[in-house]
């Protein structure tokens, strides 16, 4: 494949922020990565039936490019599996083998053309694998091999609830999942994408490592904080090792089970500053998805988790889950719970939805991540007719 060097830019900031620009839109540069805003789209996955083996479609690129044209300043694709057995459904995206890097390529390019920058979500789905997407009206639950699905694995053999049990993978196993993880951010740095995240949450195998609610081993990879961290460290350090010295590393986490005895605020806080001495540059704070839970849901119930990783750990975090409005993301920044916002259901709802919190929060066209072409289309031109 030729050696690409993406275009990162984006046209409307070429010049001075102002001073009293709204933090929503301020850049963030992280490495030699400069990412024009702080709204992020949250990674989605999209469970496409054009995706076959992996590898992503037009959908893809109707459905991240999308995004990109409303102005999201990092696009953060679906959890994308570093191994066939890895997905979360049949119909997942990956990045093990050159013909998904080179269908990626173009999605990536699009993006850059747009003004934004894009991530991939590295993932493997664990115990959590070979499931029915779940769309309305489908089945739920484990996918049965006659009908495309597969054995998963995990760090033992207890099931998810209302999953097949999986295989318990051996310490031999696990330097593949290892390998197999640095391999797709070296697929991923050929495709041109800019930010690499390692997906360690929502109960998916990194997270079922981390659990000692899912995670009861005796050997090196179990037992204490050490024991149960050690496989996301040692992704992590492969990953850093093949990913660009000058793109950011983001680590996605669920900062607690929600459970008693589970992995918690604490623990979270503890492997932040690991991970930021690793050569993390983010962690994107979630919660849950491991085991069932009573979790509080409500508008931004998991900002605490992030504030506190933030301040105690001294690592810049991502903020998620049910921040839908341009003013509540705007105090979430200002007040310093976190450094970005990502969106998921409200950016499905709203493709556009930064160039709305742009002219919510007073800003120009020339001001806001507008595209050219949709310029008649902002409010200062309704006011002017």
Partial sequence: M????PTVRNRAWSRPVALDMPALFTPLTLRDLTIPNRVWLAPMCQYSVLAEDGVPTDWHLVHL???AQGGFGLIITEATAVVPEGRISPQDTGLWND???????????FVHAQGSTIGVQLAHAGRKASTYRGFPGEPTGTVAEDEGGWTSVGPGTDAFPGYSAPRALTTADLPGVVTAFADAARRADEAGFDVVEVHAAHGYLLHQFLSPLSNTRTDGYGGGFAGRTRLLLEVVDAVRAVWPDGKPLFVRISATDWTEGGWDGDDSVRLA?????RGVDLVDVSTGGNVTADIPVGPGYQLPFSAA???QAGVPTGAVGLITTPQQAEEVLASGQADSVLLARAALREPSWPLRAAAELGLTWREAPYPAAYARGTWDDVRAA
């Avoid at 030729?2 to 060097?5: I, K, L, N, P, Q």
């Avoid at 013909?99 to 390019?109: G, I, L, M, S």
């Fill in 2 to 5: 030729t050696e690409r060097t």
């Fill in 65 to 67: 490019g999308s995004r």
């Fill in 273 to 277: 500053g690991v991970l930021k001495d």
């Fill in 99 to 109: 013909e998904q890097r080179d269908a990626w390529a173009p999605v990536v390019d």
């Fill in 309 to 311: 990783v933030r301040s």
